[in-house]
């Protein structure tokens, strides 16, 4: 079992940027993928981005495709979520997850272990 913990949510204005943080303890942290996704009030858990147990591959939804990235820090064992360009349909809960594979995966049923959310407000 992995546990997880974000941080950096807050409030920003429309055109800002975050950066999310989520530690991991437990399994060794570089064996396993890690992603981030969010639930908006009265919405689905949506997939945003994942990250491959070396970095070296990553992918993203469509809607953060060019404004977001996704890193991790093995080292630290540590994975990032730097937000740009934010807009109010952004605002959410955000999560970060640990795959049960060291590849990328993008459903929620390929993570085994959540953090409890930080929460992201995008002001118009």
């Known amino acids: 079992q992995v546990k997880l913990v974000e941080s950096g949510g807050g409030l920003v204005q429309a055109g800002g940027t975050l950066r999310l943080s989520c530690a991991a303890c437990g399994r060794t942290f570089s064996s396993y993928a890690m992603g981030w996704f969010r639930q908006a009030p009265g919405k689905e858990r949506e997939f945003v981005a994942a990250?491959?147990?070396?970095?070296?591959?990553?992918y993203y939804a469509d809607s953060v495709k060019g404004r977001f990235t996704i890193s991790r820090d093995n080292a630290k064992n540590t994975v990032y979520l730097q937000m740009n360009s934010l807009k109010p349909e952004d605002t959410a809960i955000y999560y970060c997850?640990?795959?049960?594979?060291?590849?990328?995966?993008?459903?929620?049923?390929?993570?085994?272990?959540w953090g409890r959310g930080t929460q992201v407000t995008v002001s118009s």
């Open positions: 997850a640990a795959a049960r594979t060291p590849i990328v995966v993008v459903t929620t049923l390929d993570f085994g272990s």
């Open positions: 990250i491959s147990w070396s970095g070296s591959s990553t």
